[in-house]
């Protein structure tokens, strides 16, 4: 972007009242592979593009579940997404623990954006954390509290990952984003990552009517968002993830084999939906860039 | 109670404050908790005794509160002790409120993290020395459990502390149904009441019952039972035994 000399720290505002490293940080989610979240009065669905390097390797796993109620999918530094995760299945399965009962996805998020800003230390006060890992600290009063400090000190720099957080609570279902700023704002659908504004071209001229969606036509509005991103790759299931938790369904990541179906049948349907245009308009050029299945 | 002073004086100047203080036995205790299930929600009764040793030493101690908006909480056991869990309660109340975001605890939630604070107290040998009897309703569910001084916790739709496990549980057992009406509700514990204040000796005649629905919680003003003393047996009580009192 623009190299200057209020870059260097993240402790340093610039003239105009900016912090360039977490702006930074914030190119580095738009530089990672598209992943979008969408929502409806019952279910969310995450989904999200994985480019493997090679033909040989495996891709990386962007989308984690953090509890049965939620699960996020992330874009940009996917090291530091992971770590985010751990931290967030951490804070799930303890609350979890105290109150048997699943934490709410608005306070989880709030969490991770307040962490974004200040250690962990300092949230729990009155509170001795020592170096290294995971541990139990009993208070005085007899409460146990579990502190997390990360010894790579990783958190003197803003994390570079974006996150789609998808929940169920009491209150419904909720769709998140968290960014490096420290910043969340809530969705009824959104993409982040390359490419990005294809999906939300796409999703902005759907969400009105996600409010009411059933679970599939979650699923196949995410596909298709998907699809935008690719610019004209075919989409198949090897190359797109996608996750759904919904009221009665814990957050689970759909096999393979199911969305390939899915895939399939969606295009099936946009063939025939093309081939009957054809015939009644017989505008041969006009054919969707979708409906071209023949030439794999 | 304990004349004993087996326990140095904590407020040693020259201690450490490393010297372990726990609670070794309990001082002033509250008696029984009944509460039960009922169509609209939960009912609990508690007398209002605080016994010192086997002195009836305060009569007029509250042993039922209201937590958040959901949640009723009796105990039986150190008063001084659930004065404490109350300020936990009461600190943990404010920060679900803080959040400010449609949210809140529940019976469940509160059962839970009492549960947690008992068992940990527990574990380091310094029990909070109480009986916790936790009721409510959120979103229609009813909720109604225990939690004991060494964290045994359970769920029930009927649950009693101390003496009235062996004298009011057997009557709710035959007597507790389904879907009671609020009148049938409170006959039902004030019957049990009314066989603790002839059985237990540290109960008193003043009792309060509290009431909690998905709409409010009312804790009655304190009140007391009819009692009966005119059997034939009491008339003459030292008839089959000449020269007892």
């Excluded at chain 1, 969400?207 to 998907?226: H, K, N, V």
């Excluded at chain 1, 084999?257 to 081939?275: A, G, N, P």
Aim: overall charge negative; some cysteine.
């Amino acid at each position: 972007m623009f190299r200057n000399q209020y870059d260097t720290d993240v402790t340093t505002w610039s003239p105009a009242g900016r912090l360039f490293q977490v702006e930074y940080a914030m190119e580095a989610v738009k530089q990672g592979s598209a992943a979008i979240g969408l929502r409806s009065k019952t279910h969310v669905v995450l989904a999200s593009v994985n480019k493997a390097n090679s033909e040989l390797s495996s891709h990386q796993k962007k989308i984690f579940k953090v509890d049965d109620h939620i699960g996020v999918a992330i874009s940009g530094l996917t090291a530091d997404g992971r770590v985010i995760s751990r931290y967030l299945r951490s804070e799930c399965i303890n609350h979890s623990f105290t109150y048997e009962s699943p934490l709410p996805v608005g306070r989880l998020v709030v969490q991770l954006a307040d962490k974004a800003q200040f250690p962990l230390e300092i949230l729990n006060v009155g509170h001795k954390s020592f170096g290294v890992g995971v541990f139990l600290i009993v208070e005085a009063d007899g409460r146990f509290l579990l502190d997390q400090v990360c010894t790579q000190r990783s958190w003197k720099r803003p994390y570079g990952v974006g996150l789609l957080v998808a929940g169920l609570d009491e209150s419904g279902a909720h769709l998140y984003y968290n960014c490096p700023s420290g910043n969340y704002f809530e969705y009824q659908a959104f993409a982040i990552g390359s490419r990005s504004q294809a999906a939300k071209t796409y999703l902005e001229r759907k969400f009105e009517t996600f409010m009411g969606s059933s679970r599939e036509d979650l699923i196949r509005d995410a596909l298709f968002a998907i699809k935008e991103t690719l610019q004209g790759e075919k989409l198949t299931s090897s190359i797109c993830t996608v996750a759904v938790v919904g009221v009665g369904e814990p957050f689970n990541i759909i096999n393979q084999k199911t969305i390939q179906e899915l895939i399939e049948s969606f295009e099936t349907k946009e063939e025939e939906v093309v081939e009957a245009a054809d015939q009644g308009a017989a505008m041969q050029e006009d054919r969707s860039p979708e409906g071209a299945p023949m030439d794999i | 109670m304990s004349l004993i002073a087996s326990t140095p004086a904590n407020n040693s100047l020259l201690s450490s404050g490393m010297e372990s203080e726990r609670t070794l036995y309990p001082y002033v205790t509250g008696t029984s908790v009944i509460g039960i299930k009922y169509k609209d929600g939960i009912l609990m009764a508690a007398d209002m005794g605080g016994s010192y040793g086997s002195t009836l030493r305060y009569k007029s101690v509250e042993r039922l509160k209201s937590i958040g908006k959901h949640s009723l909480l009796g105990a039986s056991g150190e008063i001084s002790d659930f004065q404490e869990i109350l300020r936990y309660l009461d600190e943990l109340i404010l920060y679900d409120n803080m959040w400010d975001d449609g949210n809140s605890l529940g019976p469940k939630e509160v059962h839970n993290y009492l549960t947690r604070v008992m068992y940990n107290r527990r574990n380091k040998f310094n029990p909070l020395w109480n009986s916790l009897v936790l009721g409510g309703v959120k979103n229609g569910q009813k909720y109604l459990g225990m939690v004991s001084m060494i964290g045994v916790h359970f769920e029930d739709n009927h649950v009693a502390t101390g003496f009235g496990n062996h004298l009011a549980r057997p009557i709710l057992r035959d007597e507790w149904h389904e879907n009671m009406s609020f009148e049938d509700a409170v006959k039902l514990l004030e019957k049990c009441m009314r066989v603790l204040l002839y059985r237990d000796r540290s109960a008193i005649n003043k009792l309060q019952i509290a009431k909690i629905t998905e709409e409010e919680v009312t804790i009655s003003q304190p009140y007391s039972l009819k009692t009966f003393w005119g059997y034939s047996a009491f008339q003459n009580p030292t008839k089959g035994a000449e020269g007892s009192w």
